[in-house]
């Protein structure tokens, strides 16, 4: 089969089949060639370009050209000697050069090719950055990864992440650079959710982190899984923003409850609702309470609410769920941290390790949360109705 026939990843494909050295890093790059550089050695890179130059040259020439736009890559595509190429690669390799040269890239004469090192005409600086916003009181925030493309221009992917439901929408756009860094930047003054500089490994880290918590009922979007092991291939100690935070800032030695409820009253933080499934009991409990057919006093039922709230407590926040509610408000702590707000991100930091301790003095706070949350059920069950119909609505979908 020509390489006329066949595209770049079906021809890498054919290559990881026949340089089977190199199947483990050719294929986990589907077929981009800014990951297909990341993933190889110089030699190896060499030794693939040169395949696929003889073998598929249409793809060979594709992937030179991708390659040759970056600096860091230009000098595996233009250290090759095409006297020692057959032919067909020959002809590939001569319709790169000329195009290169085109394009401002100084391409020394054949006879020298073996000894340049190329040399890329000025471009404009690359992109590469790395945002987030804050949580919103579903517990949402948005992350925006953006980063040059090997063939020109920038590749942007847009994140909704959720530590109750993992990676909850998903988009991936190409664009100019000048584009690119016009978005961010408005990014940046977006009011209410701003967004906030991160280093791209600790996003990263956030993203792997996040894609483990998928709700079952609710997969991933499907060009998510596409992109992920790209998306989340760091160390498995890296730091995410809110274990910045920890590691950069000592918690408060006391939180201040005024201050808490004042945050949580005002949006700051919370409700944050966990999965429907997790707080479906106390809502029908509370449904239960308010259609009571037994008429009882107002004390008497406030009574019940309480008992029911303290139950839905000790089932709702497990050890699990109580991790998860630290890493918010360690990641909150992060986005006041670098917003300036270094007291309020202290105290944050104190309420996560409050959420993580076994003694759980957090208590009083995921009350107060989960009566933010549920605040329509609990009037209904005060004024003695059916609570069925006043789910919270927070706890729906971004």
Do not use: C
């Not at 899984?225 to 760091?234: G, I, K, M, Q």
């Not at 309470?289 to 089932?315: H, N, P, T, W």
């Not at 991100?345 to 009566?371: H, K, S």
């Amino acid at each position: 089969m020509s390489g006329s026939d066949i595209g770049l990843p079906e021809a890498l494909e054919r290559a990881a089949s026949e340089l089977g050295a190199l199947a483990d890093v050719i294929r986990p790059a589907n077929g981009d060639p800014g990951q297909l550089a990341h993933n190889l050695s110089a030699d190896q890179a060499q030794e693939l370009l040169g395949w696929l130059l003889s073998q598929e040259p249409e793809a060979g020439a594709e992937l030179a050209l991708a390659w040759a736009e970056e600096p860091e890559l230009a000098s595996t595509v233009l250290s090759f000697d095409p006297a020692a190429l057959p032919k067909p690669a020959r002809k590939a390799l001569r319709r790169v050069l000329h195009r290169l040269r085109s394009q401002g890239v100084a391409v020394a004469a054949p006879a020298e090719t073996k000894k340049t090192v190329a040399t890329l005409a000025p471009v404009e600086d690359a992109v590469d950055e790395a945002r987030i916003t804050a949580l919103d009181p579903q517990g949402v925030r948005l992350a925006y990864l953006a980063t040059d493309r090997p063939g020109g221009g920038v590749r942007l992917f847009e994140l909704a992440l959720d530590e109750a439901r993992g990676v909850v929408d998903f988009d991936v756009y190409e664009t100019g650079r000048s584009r690119a860094r016009k978005f961010l930047r408005d990014s940046e003054r977006r009011k209410p959710w701003a967004t906030i500089e991160v280093e791209r490994a600790s996003l990263q880290a956030l993203i792997g982190r996040v894609a483990g918590q998928q709700s079952g009922e609710r997969p991933a979007p499907r060009t998510f899984a596409e992109w992920r092991s790209r998306l989340t291939d760091v160390p498995a100690d890296t730091a995410t923003p809110g274990a910045q935070a920890v590691a950069a800032l000592d918690a408060a030695e006391s939180v201040d409850r005024e201050t808490l409820d004042g945050w949580i009253e005002t949006g700051q933080v919370g409700p944050w609702p966990p999965r429907l499934e997790r707080v479906q009991s106390l809502i029908d409990a509370l449904s239960e309470i308010g259609k009571g057919v037994v008429v009882v006093s107002e004390a008497a039922r406030e009574e019940q609410i309480d008992a029911a709230l303290e139950r839905g407590l000790d089932e709702i926040y497990d050890a699990d769920e109580r991790e998860r509610m630290a890493h918010r408000f360690d990641e909150t702590a992060y986005v006041w941290w670098k917003q300036g707000e270094t007291d309020d991100a202290r105290i944050a930091l104190a309420v996560a390790a409050g959420f993580r301790d076994d003694a759980f003095p957090q208590r009083a706070t995921a009350r107060r949360l989960l009566e933010r949350l549920l605040a329509p059920a609990l009037q209904r069950a005060r004024e003695g109705e059916d609570a069925d119909d006043a789910s919270p609505s927070s706890g729906e979908s971004a």
